[in-house]
């Protein structure tokens, strides 16, 4: 029988939270501890950002040949309804 799916939580119990590892310059580490800069929090937005970029860009890798013949259908017909437009 499989196991049941759990959402993963770090040493300290926090739930959709988990330690890792990270290697930083200790130059940049030592700045933003002075800053007060919270790390975790710089980490997982920026982290965020880059998978949502990936994500998008291998969504349009997947669905290339549907845009190239949906633009190509739109540049010999045009628009739906652009016959009724009125700007």
Do not use: Y
């Not at 049941?4 to 330690?19: E, I, L, Y």
């Amino acid at each position: 029988m499989p196991a049941a799916h759990t959402s993963r939580s770090s040493r300290h119990g926090t739930p959709g939270k988990r330690a890792i590892n990270l290697s930083l310059s200790i130059d940049v580490l030592e700045a933003a501890w002075q800053l007060d800069i919270n790390i975790s929090q710089v980490c997982e937005s920026h982290f965020r950002e880059v998978v949502r970029q990936a994500q998008e860009r291998e969504w349009r890798e997947e669905h290339a040949d549907f845009i190239a013949a949906h633009n190509a259908i739109i540049k010999s017909d045009g628009l739906p309804l652009d016959e009724w437009k009125s700007f």
